[in-house]
């Protein structure tokens, strides 16, 4: 099984950066896409943006353009670079498999994203 750790999180004001980690651990890394997923206070688990392993990207419409997700299979690491962020992109990110949400048995710690003046 695959575990996840995420860091990078952080408080900024709108329209700065941040660049979010994801260590995996396990050589199974490299077998399955990855993808970032983010829950706000009240809301549901969303995916962010994912890419597979050969690196194809796909991104929620709400973030195209100012996100960027890459990953480094030699590494087993997956990065989230965050651009132009705003207040509604306020929430813990986590990093997981690109698999349906509803079967993801578990996830980390996740990181805080908070984005206010």
């Known amino acids: 099984q695959v575990q996840y750790v995420e860091s990078g999180g952080g408080l900024v004001q709108p329209g700065e950066s941040l660049r979010l980690s994801c260590a995996a651990s396990?050589?199974?890394?490299?077998?399955?896409?990855m993808a970032w997923y983010r829950q706000a206070p009240g809301k549901q688990r969303e995916l962010v943006a994912s890419?597979?392993?050969?690196?194809?990207?796909t991104y929620a419409d709400s973030v195209k353009g100012r996100f960027t997700i890459s990953r480094d299979n030699a590494k087993n690491t997956a990065t989230l670079q965050m651009n132009s962020l705003k207040p509604e992109d306020t929430a813990v990110y986590y990093c997981?498999?690109?698999?349906?949400?509803?079967?993801?048995?578990?996830w980390g710690q996740g990181t805080q994203v908070t984005v206010s003046s």
């Open positions: 997981n498999s690109a698999v349906p949400i509803a079967t993801i048995r578990a």
């Open positions: 396990g050589s199974i890394f490299r077998i399955f896409g």
């Open positions: 890419i597979t392993n050969s690196g194809r990207t």
